[in-house]
């Protein structure tokens, strides 16, 4: 079965590297069980964001297979830096810190 040129072995894949990289950002962060919905949700759909915007645009980097890996993992990283960010700025609010 093919989704949008994506196998379902390509799909699941991607699906568990990012899901891999949302919780090791959780690690790496901390919180509660909240903010590890939050990481890995924003990580996976950064991925594929980047993956089909990449894909669509036909820029290729770091292709494995059909998974444009390595726009995916920069749209990744892009947007877990700006979920850390704000939920930075979240603690220290509740924190009181300014």
């Given at each position: 079965?093919?989704?949008?040129?994506l196998t379902i072995p390509a799909f699941l894949f991607?699906?568990?590297?990012?899901?891999?990289?949302?919780?090791?950002?959780?690690?790496?962060?901390?919180?509660?069980?909240?903010?590890?919905?939050?990481?890995?949700?924003?990580?996976?759909?950064?991925?594929?964001?980047?993956?089909?915007?990449?894909?669509?645009?036909?820029?290729?980097?770091l292709k494995i297979g059909p998974v444009n890996l390595?726009?995916?993992?920069?749209?990744?990283?892009?947007?877990?830096?700006?979920?850390?960010?704000?939920?930075?700025?979240?603690?220290?609010k509740e924190k009181g810190i300014n």
């Amino acid at each position: 079965m093919i989704f949008l040129g994506l196998t379902i072995p390509a799909f699941l894949f991607g699906s568990l590297l990012s899901l891999f990289l949302g919780a090791l950002v959780h690690f790496w962060q901390g919180g509660n069980w909240k903010f590890l919905l939050l990481f890995i949700t924003a990580s996976w759909l950064g991925f594929w964001v980047g993956h089909f915007v990449a894909t669509a645009l036909g820029w290729r980097f770091l292709k494995i297979g059909p998974v444009n890996l390595g726009f995916g993992l920069i749209a990744d990283l892009l947007l877990l830096g700006a979920v850390i960010w704000f939920v930075k700025g979240e603690k220290s609010k509740e924190k009181g810190i300014n």
